[in-house]
């Protein structure tokens, strides 16, 4: 298709319109039912007896999430099977802050907020590939 240099705006305005019509748009709706952090202490550690759940539904390694975790947490962790171990007390408010900021630093795409996304490292860049639009940001993780 070749454009005319004597198209008026009007005329411009009105195709963009049409495409952008075209287009599919991915709805920002959570689709994902996360679950609520299930928290025992026990001394002065604090076990997530459900922590396998979220690296699961988010379709990320349970290892690099935990250690994004204990980073943002401040403190060591250690994986016992399906729970996460972490030195200190910490509390519920705090766990669940920190998986939300792991969602949006290394899950949601920042083009089109959906959830469908996978990381891929190029070099030492991890970067965010959104299977929904297609778009590539860089991630906020290791």
Known sequence: MVMSLSMSYEELLRRLREGLKKVKRVPKTQRIELPRPDVIWVG??????????YPKLLRRDPDKMLMY??????TLATRDGERAVFVGR?????????INKYIRDAVVCPACGSWDTKLERVKRMTFIVCEACGARS???VG
């Open 44 to 53: 002065n550690r604090t076990i997530l007896r459900n922590f396998i759940d």
């Open 69 to 74: 975790m204990a980073k943002k947490l401040a």
């Open 90 to 98: 910490k509390d519920i408010q705090s766990i669940e802050a920190v």
């Open 138 to 140: 860089p991630a906020r």
